[in-house]
Structure formats: structure tokens, C-alpha cells
């Protein structure tokens, strides 16, 4: 089967490297040249772990090829999904002005029946936005169906979520859709993979309702992090007794500078203004938006009242992206919290493994560095922000050697407070007493 994905983005790409796992052929368009140009070299333009080598493995086989013409890409096509931006807007909204786009270009070069499937986060009603587009824009009348087949992706393990996933999701009002649709994922039967089948609104609201749920524990694991820091109680501790709780579970329950990435932040927006446009105000998505917005300016406060002050401190910043195995940037806590820093008078320097380069663009000021014993030198602090594996085992003794002051911040609870401070360091964690240093 010929299937087409139109957007060569996190989600585009994912989908259509995966999909030539699976066997079938597939084309992926993007408008922007120089990264089809790239791509048809199989160079990927972010870092995702295992998608380098699943891209190349699919151009070597001849079962993915990439275009900038649209019309290629919904020639042959029997499934076009649409995986472009869905950006906030500045009330909140998603821009689906890139999806609307989408769906005049499927118009114009439709010469028979297809499928289009959304896999871009889209707020209830795009599916029949999109309809009304493509019969608007049709040079003739085709028959077609819209599908809306959310992905549950996420990054550092995409390719693994996508192989492998808990759940597919399709929404869809066609039975012959729903048939091709699970044609496509039918090596995800021997997996037993569970198949939600339901009208479009619902499965367009799965999407957001999970992503909300989840950004949800985020933020209130931190709002208990930040209590347990104000009677001395251990997060840790607490959040362990709560997630072997089988009703409430373990994900998702732990402490630090709050959520960032492309789904959490938009998606909540986009679902309270879902709610605005309803009549009804979205009170818990609210609360878990504004929780993790100022979860961010805590940490600054910890880390300022840690040192004194800010001004003519040298701060050292282990790690940027918003979690580990991505460079991806976006709504990161690591920029934000040097952001502050910055403007507050501080020195920052900066490391990490993958989103160096980019963070070093972003952030006007800060000194990027060669690892994290480079990031400590001279510094009053060393702030563990990003957890990447090799953050989990540092050298203390180089660490502390490198260091102005012995301080170290751990943002993410990665290690024991007791065994830092036996290495004579101070130690800050987040939702547990700080520990002055025992030797």
C-alpha cells in the first residue's frame, strides 16, 4: 500500500520512517527544500534515538522517498496523513492555518478516493474543517473520508512508542476507513495492541484529555514538592507511597522545574480556549497551566536564595532540553530558568549532550561548555537541570574541584541528599530539606 505523510516535522517523519518499517511505501512532503534535500541524504534534522538509522534503512530499501511536490505525494497515495504544526496562538488557540493549507493542496491534486488522516494535535472540529476545505477546493468531486489517528509519541522514545504502542486510536465515521486504517498498523495485532474505533470529535479530544491528565500530575506532584520543602517532609518518599496506589500509578509523579516540550504546554492551552469557545471554563487544566509557570520562577528563588543573590554569581547549568534524548528546546525549564539568571546579573554556563548548539543561539550571553566538569569551573553552583544518563554518575571530586563553592543543585532529585552532602557539598533538591555538608 502507497501511503503519504505531508509534514516532515517531529511527528511527519516518526510516522513515516516507521510506517516503511512496517512495509509499506511511503512518501514524505515538506515544503521546505533544503530539509527534503537533507533527508533524501538521510540526514535528520533533530535528534531522535534510532531514527537516524530507521530513515536510512528505509531509503536503502526503496520504501521511503521524500518530495516537495504535493501533487507526487497524493497521486499514488491511498492515505495521506497530515502531520504539520498546530502552534498556539496568542489566546491560547491552535493556528490550524498550516493543516487548512494541507487540505486545499490534497484538493486540487485529487484524482480518486483517499483517506486523510490527522495526525497533528488538532482541537475538536478539525476533522470537519478539513472536510469542508477539501470538497471547497476540489477541482472535481472525489469521494474521500477524514480520520483522526492522534500519535501518543513521545520524544527520546518515539520510535519505540510508535513500534510498540499502548494504544491506537481511530476516529472515523467510514467503515471502509476504519478498514484501511487497520490494514496499515496490522503488524500491531500480533502485539495484541488495543484499538479505540470512535467518531472524530472523541478521538480528536482523547488527544488533548490525556496530554491535560498527565501535565496534571506534573503539576501536582510539584505543588507537593513545594509543601513537603515547607514542613520538611521528603517528596520522594511520598510521591513512591502514591504511585503504588494502582488507581493513581507511578508515572508522572515526579518532582522538579515543571513540564515543558511541544504537546504539554500547547495542548493545555489550546483545551482551556476549547472551553472558552464552549461556555465552560477549563478550572483544573487552568490551575495545572499556571502550577508549572511558576514552578519555573521557584526554582529561580531557589537557586538565588541558595547563593545570596544573583548578581556577579557564576551559575553552571547541566543540561537544556526540556527532557533527556532530544534537542528539542521548546517551553524548555533549563531556558527559562537561565533566562532569569541572565537577567538577573548571573554568569551562566551551559551543557549538554545534544541541544548545545542550539541553546547556545537561544540564549545570548550564556558560555557554552565542553562537558559538565567544564560547566562547573569557577561556578557557585552547579545546577542539575536536565536528567541525562550521564548527569546520574558525575565525578564529585572532579565536581567539586572545578567549583568556586561546593553547592550543588539537583532539580530533578537524581541523587540522594545524604551521600552528596557526606561529599561535602551543599545539597538543593526540589520537595526535600536541603542538606548542608557533613564533612
Not at 473520508?145 to 513521545?154: G, H, Q
Not at 515547607?230 to 518518599?237: F, N, R
Request: contains cysteine; glycine residues 8%.
Amino acid at each position: 500500500m502507497y501511503i503519504s505523510v505531508i509534514g516532515t516535522g517531529y511527528v511527519g517523519l516518526v510516522t513515516g520512517a516507521c510506517f516503511a518499517e512496517f512495509g509499506l511505501t511511503v512518501t514524505c512532503m515538506d515544503t521546505d527544500a533544503r530539509r527534503i534535500a537533507k533527508l533524501e541524504k538521510g540526514e535528520v534534522p533533530f535528534y531522535e534515538p534510532g531514527l537516524t538509522e530507521l530513515v536510512a534503512k528505509g531509503l536503502r530499501e526503496n520504501r521511503l522517498a521524500f518530495t516537495t511536490d504535493i501533487a507526487k505525494a497524493v497521486e499514488q497515495a491511498l492515505v495521506i496523513f497530515i502531520a504539520v504544526g498546530t502552534p498556539s496562538r496568542t489566546d491560547g488557540s491552535a493556528d490550524l492555518s498550516y493543516v487548512e493549507e494541507v487540505g486545499r493542496g490534497i484538493a486540487r491534486h485529487m484524482t480518486g478516493y483517499k483517506v486523510i488522516a490527522t495526525k497533528s494535535t488538532v482541537p475538536v472540529g478539525t476533522g470537519e474543517k478539513i472536510r469542508e476545505v477539501i470538497r471547497k477546493h476540489q477541482s472535481e468531486p472525489h469521494r474521500f473520508d477524514i480520520v483522526s489517528n492522534p500519535e501518543f509519541l513521545r520524544e527520546g522514545s518515539a520510535i519505540e512508542d510508535f513500534l510498540r504502542p499502548n494504544r491506537v486510536i481511530l476516529g472515523a465515521d467510514s467503515p471502509q476507513a476504519v478498514a484501511i486504517m487497520k490494514d496499515l498498523y496490522r503488524p500491531l495485532y500480533l502485539l495484541e495492541t488495543p484499538f479505540v474505533v470512535t467518531d472524530i470529535p472523541t478521538a480528536e479530544m482523547i488527544k488533548y484529555a490525556s496530554n491535560a491528565f498527565l501535565a496534571t500530575k506534573v503539576s501536582f506532584i510539584n505543588e507537593i514538592a513545594n509543601l513537603c520543602e515547607l514542613v520538611e517532609a521528603d517528596v520522594q518518599v511520598v510521591a513512591k507511597a502514591m504511585g503504588l496506589d494502582g488507581r493513581i500509578g507511578s508515572k508522572f509523579l515526579h518532582a522538579g522545574p515543571g513540564f515543558g516540550g511541544s504537546c504539554f504546554p500547547k495542548d493545555l492551552a489550546a483545551l482551556i480556549e476549547t472551553g472558552d469557545r464552549a461556555g465552560y471554563k477549563m478550572e483544573i487544566a487552568g490551575a495545572a497551566a499556571r502550577v508549572n509557570e511558576r514552578q519555573r520562577v521557584l526554582m529561580v528563588k531557589k537557586i538565588r536564595e541558595t547563593l545570596g543573590g544573583l548578581r556577579g554569581k557564576t551559575v553552571g547549568l547541566l543540561g537544556l532540553s526540556f527532557k533527556p534524548n532530544t534537542n528539542d528546546l521548546r517551553e524548555a525549564p533549563a531556558v527559562t530558568i537561565a533566562e532569569h539568571l541572565l537577567a538577573e546579573g548571573a554568569e551562566v554556563r551551559v551543557y549538554d549532550p545534544t541541544a548545545l548548539e542550539e541553546g547556545a543561539k537561544v540564549l545570548r550571553g550564556a558560555i557554552p561548555c565542553i562537558d559538565a566538569y567544564d560547566a562547573a569551573r569557577d561556578a557557585d553552583a552547579l545546577v542539575l537541570v536536565t536528567e541525562w544518563n550521564q548527569f546520574r554518575n558525575l565525578d564529585f571530586d572532579r565536581i567539586k574541584t572545578a567549583l568556586r563553592r561546593p553547592v550543588f543543585i539537583d532539580l530533578r532529585n537524581v541523587y540522594e541528599p545524604d551521600r552528596i552532602a557526606a561529599l561535602g557539598f551543599h545539597y538543593v533538591s526540589v520537595g526535600r530539606t536541603p542538606r548542608k555538608p557533613s564533612t
